[in-house]
């Protein structure tokens, strides 16, 4: 089933242990703490998380997005926050018309991802040599 993606929607999995996440199944990707990418669900897949945006949404979080005090907030790695800014690039560029933006721009009241999606963009520089 073909899907028209408006909204591409940032989250973290609300986790501190890296190694154990009971949320992977709400995302269409996550990004481990090592950068890597795992495709949890396929993007042709309606992912249950935002009812109001779902059916147009593919959901990408990252692994942590909790402090050692358990504290929601960010907790990206270098690595991390560079593989998350490259797959956000690569699915804008596959779904040009849809819109980057954090699960709390969805939701007031979500402390998720941890910082605002929109002005990471907007400042972020990619680092070239983790890059390559």
Known sequence: MKRY???IVVHSTATFDPKISQHY???HYVVERNGEIKKIHPESSVVKHLPDV???AIHIAYTGGRNKSGA???TRTPVQEEALFNKLVALSVKY???AICGHNEL???ANC???SVKEWL???????????
């Open 72 to 74: 929601l907030g960010d």
């Open 5 to 7: 993606i408006k909204q």
């Open 25 to 27: 199944g709400f995302f």
């Open 54 to 56: 779902d059916n147009e």
């Open 96 to 98: 040009p018309g849809a």
């Open 122 to 132: 907007r400042n972020y520089e990619p680092d070239l040599l983790l890059s390559a």
């Open 107 to 109: 939701d007031a009241t």
């Open 113 to 115: 991802p941890g910082f």
